[in-house]
């Protein structure tokens, strides 16, 4: 259980959040600039709120009003920047041990033994940080970190400076590694991809305030403002016209939808919940169709974003570029879509 209640006025910047996250696996997500960054230095301890506390499996670390402020080397954290932070007059064995060291702790042979092979660093111990990649950096910062049994461990942006291949890889090892060891962490990150993968739990930022936060799933699917859609990659964001029980009305269209409850002034709609239709067979029975005009392409690696224009309404929908090959469409096609009524999500402005 990790809490955090901070309120920090930095001048032409405030931070005012409440954060609490049940799981392993975290995401603090974010344009930049949201405060994400400052959040986890508070947390460190590099940065002392105005107001606030930080309690980590029931252990208060931070709390403002009472007078408590623990020092950060005995707060029980691990910290990873984005920078590798790694001494460059040290072996990679001594970066490795520096922390364990320095906290006067009893090394553990048997973690320590475990944790550079399942990094794949084992063979690295005797080089120089100048001798490495910075994927073969990171992989050294992360172990140094785990090395010395944190509470928590916080990751800021720590992938964001490397290939996407490697990336990926870090990704999976850290998963792993949180797993293995039943480690809680806070991930930093702006990239969509990399919060979707990694959390279980997700805390969305703009300008220093949480404005939605839960499981991911439930998060990523329920997007409850019209910016929290747009961050989240909901293409299809329409403003209703009319609000009926099971039915909307957007730019003259009318579309069902399942109950809408709440506040509800768009729709958002994920352009791969968009289904492209085959118009030569039968499509009576598809919910919500409209016909229209392939505008533009929009290609990425395995899939095709599709702008479709119908009247004044502009619909998007990303399918296989299969898909697009098979059925012969290029810019200009006349095409159908569905639009199913329970992917249609409501929300506010």
């Known amino acids: 259980m990790i809490e955090a209640v901070l309120k920090k006025d930095f001048g032409n910047f ?6 609490r996250f049940k799981g392993l696996k975290n995401v603090l997500f974010g344009i930049s600039g949201s405060g994400k960054s400052s959040i986890l230095k508070m947390i ?44 460059p007059h040290m ?40 001798q490495l990649s910075g994927g073969q950096k990171q992989r050294v910062s992360l172990i ?9 461990l916080l990751l800021d942006e720590p992938f964001s400076a490397l290939d996407r291949p490697i990336r990926e890889e870090l990704r999976e090892l850290l998963s792993e590694l949180l797993d293995s060891f039943n480690i809680p962490a806070i991930f930093v990150t702006h990239d969509l991809e990399e919060a979707y993968e990694f959390a279980d739990e997700i805390a969305i930022l703009e300008s220093g305030n949480v404005i939605q936060a839960g499981k991911k799933d439930e998060v990523f699917s329920s ?5 929290i859609a747009r961050l989240l990659g909901f ?25 809408l409850k709440g506040s509800c002034k768009f729709v958002f709609i994920k352009p791969e919940d968009v289904l492209l239709l085959r118009t030569d067979r039968d499509i009576s029975n598809k919910e919500n169709v409209v016909f229209g005009e392939v505008l533009k392409f929009f290609e990425k690696p395995g899939s095709v974003l599709l702008k479709i224009k119908s009247k004044g309404l502009i ?19 006349r095409v159908a879509v569905s639009l199913k009524k329970d992917t249609i999500v409501c929300g506010d402005e």
Not at 144 to 152: G, K
């Open 14 to 19: 405030s931070i005012d959040v409440e954060i």
């Open 44 to 87: 460190v301890g590099f940065y002392e709120p105005d107001r606030g506390k930080v309690i980590v499996n029931n252990k208060v670390l931070l709390d403002v009003e009472r007078g408590v402020n623990t020092p950060i080397f005995k707060r029980g954290i691990g910290y990873i920047p984005q920078e590798y932070t790694l001494f």
């Open 91 to 130: 072996d990679i064995e001594a970066n490795l041990l520096y922390g364990v060291k320095s906290k006067r702790l009893k090394f553990d042979k048997k973690r320590f033994d475990l944790l550079i092979e399942l990094a794949g660093i084992k063979n690295l111990l005797k080089l120089y940080p100048n």
């Open 144 to 152: 140094r970190a785990l090395l010395v049994e944190p509470e928590i």
């Open 223 to 227: 997007p409850e403002s019209r910016s």
């Open 235 to 259: 293409k299809n964001i329409f403003e209703i016209d009319e609000l009926r029980s099971d039915e909307i009305v957007v730019k003259g269209f009318s579309f069902k939808v399942r109950r």
């Open 315 to 333: 619909v998007y929908s990303r399918v296989t570029r299969h898909v697009v090959v098979k059925m012969g469409i290029s810019e200009g096609s």
